[in-house]
């Protein structure tokens, strides 16, 4: 079961879909292929060594005890683990979605990052947006939609997530 981290003015929030049944056995979001970790890592937002984010003990190390220094947290839209999106009943996420507008409104993170266009879409209902940075926003969490970090080349994801950090950038990320 992966635990969800969730702090106050986190500086972007990371939205996922679902677990992969690897990654919820493994109690770390994206951690059944950890492309997700690396590309955090190559970017920048995270300052740790690819090699640390390899092993499944230093990732899950990583993630409970340091992930929210960097002022990071992650949710998924459904809690059930899935081999894929296309095993999720229609409406699943309505839960979810109730519960990070509740986090939104109450903790307050500058950027909820949507990790894939169907967590996008399954959020808004819309089907037409581009990735990056969306106009509206969710109480005064500016929205960012990211690439899915699985398929396609990692300089586009890596890209996005540097202009991610831009538009967050503090002191310390």
């Not at 005064?140 to 202009?163: C, Q």
């Amino acid at each position: 079961m992966i635990r969800y981290l969730v702090p106050n003015n986190a500086k972007i929030l990371f939205v996922g879909i679902n677990p992969h049944y690897g990654s919820y056995a493994r109690g770390v979001p994206f951690s059944n292929n950890k492309t997700f970790w690396y590309n955090l890592a190559k970017s920048g937002i995270i300052k740790e060594p690819i090699e640390r984010l390899k092993s499944d003990n230093s990732l899950r190390d990583f993630y409970y005890e340091k992930f929210e220094s960097y002022g990071l947290g992650f949710t998924n839209l459904v809690d059930r683990p899935s081999h894929d999106v296309s095993q999720l009943k229609k409406g699943e996420e309505a839960k979810g979605i109730e519960r990070l507008i509740r986090i939104a409104r109450e903790k307050k993170p500058r950027v909820l990052c949507f990790v894939g266009r169907i967590t996008y879409e399954k959020f808004t209902h819309k089907k037409k947006f581009a990735f990056g940075l969306q106009r509206e926003r969710l109480f005064n969490s500016l929205i960012f939609v990211a690439r899915f970090p699985i398929r396609g080349p990692s300089d586009i994801r890596i890209r996005e997530l540097k202009r991610l950090k831009k538009i967050v950038a503090g002191p310390d990320l």
